[in-house]
């Protein structure tokens, strides 16, 4: 049994999966959160753990873990993974990009095909023969829409919404169907590039708000399970078997 810790910039999630499927998750607020102690409780056949962050509290939470009697990974760059990695600077890369894509490889069975990751940040991943080659990054829903109200003096701050609309009616609307509208030509556009290259490739889903563009965008696959957990699980499992 394995314990998957990803932490965000917005928020820590947690897994326990047993023989590859997920029997619990859990959701907090920050690193900080983590009821390491409840959660073995819970589950005292945990034995290992992996800890993936963009945010902060990795090494705190690791060494939580270890005094918890569980064997943890700490995912960086020089982690070994099952798939290769043409990206240039891997130690920026940030590690949910490539959870996910070793989550399509692994747990999709998808060795070419292109990830679009909706979250805070909108990942479009590219991964061919098993090989991670690269993407793009831009800014999620919520943070385009947060970005509006910021920073300006009376727009209202708006949620994501699957409401498919031509135009707004009101300031409201026009803000929610703007950036939605936006991402959803952002994304088609990639996914019409992409596949000219690769007519029999899959596009992937998977990230909070990619159930926002469900009913918005075509010829996408909705990942059956959360690419960076199943990802991370993939990692540690193929960490394991290697020593």
């Given at each position: 049994?394995?314990?998957?810790?990803?932490?965000?910039?917005?928020?820590?999630?947690?897994?326990?999966?047993?023989?590859?499927?997920?029997?619990?998750?859990?959701?907090?607020?920050?690193a900080a959160e983590l009821d390491v102690e409840?959660?073995?409780a819970a589950f005292p056949a945990i034995r290992?753990?992996?800890?993936?962050?963009?945010?902060?509290?990795?090494?705190?939470?690791?060494?939580?873990?270890?005094?918890?009697?569980?064997?943890?990974?700490?995912?960086?760059?020089?982690?070994?993974?099952?798939?290769?990695?043409?990206?240039?600077?891997?130690?920026?890369?940030?590690?949910?990009?490539?959870?996910?894509?070793?989550?399509?490889?692994?747990?999709?069975?998808?060795?070419?095909?292109?990830?679009?990751?909706?979250?805070?940040?909108?990942?479009?991943?590219?991964?061919?023969?098993?090989?991670?080659?690269?993407?793009?990054?831009?800014?999620?829903?919520?943070?385009?829409?947060?970005?509006?109200?910021?920073?300006?003096?009376?727009?209202?701050?708006?949620?994501?919404?699957?409401?498919?609309?031509?135009?707004?009616?009101?300031?409201?609307?026009?803000i929610e169907q703007g950036v939605m509208q936006?991402?959803?030509?952002?994304?088609?556009?990639?996914?019409?590039?992409?596949?000219?290259?690769?007519?029999?490739?899959?596009?992937?889903?998977?990230?909070?708000?990619?159930?926002?563009?469900?009913?918005?965008?075509?010829?996408?696959?909705?990942?059956?399970?959360?690419?960076?957990?199943?990802?991370?699980?993939?990692?540690?499992?193929?960490?394991?078997?290697?020593?």
């Open positions: 049994m394995n314990l998957i810790v990803d932490i965000g910039n917005t928020r820590t999630k947690v897994a326990v999966v047993d023989g590859g499927e997920v029997v619990r998750n859990y959701l907090f607020g920050s409840a959660i073995v290992r753990a992996i800890v993936a962050a963009t945010g902060e509290g990795e090494a705190e939470t690791a060494e939580r873990l270890e005094r918890a009697g569980i064997s943890t990974l700490r995912l960086d760059y020089k982690t070994p993974l099952p798939i290769g990695n043409e990206y240039l600077t891997p130690q920026t890369l940030g590690v949910d990009r490539i959870a996910a894509a070793v989550g399509a490889v692994v747990s999709e069975r998808c060795s070419s095909c292109m990830i679009v990751d909706f979250g805070t940040a909108i990942t479009i991943d590219v991964v061919e023969d098993g090989i991670f080659k690269g993407g793009n990054i831009s800014p999620g829903a919520t943070t385009r829409m947060r970005a509006l109200h910021d920073y300006t003096s009376r727009l209202p701050m708006c949620e994501p919404t699957d409401e498919c609309l031509s135009y707004g009616r009101t300031t409201r609307e026009a936006g991402i959803t030509h952002e994304i088609e556009g990639y996914i019409d590039s992409f596949l000219v290259k690769n007519e029999e490739k899959s596009i992937i889903f998977t990230g909070g708000e990619a159930k926002y563009f469900a009913n918005r965008i075509k010829n996408a696959i909705f990942a059956k399970c959360d690419l960076v957990v199943c990802g991370l699980n993939s990692i540690l499992e193929y960490n394991a078997s290697e020593k």
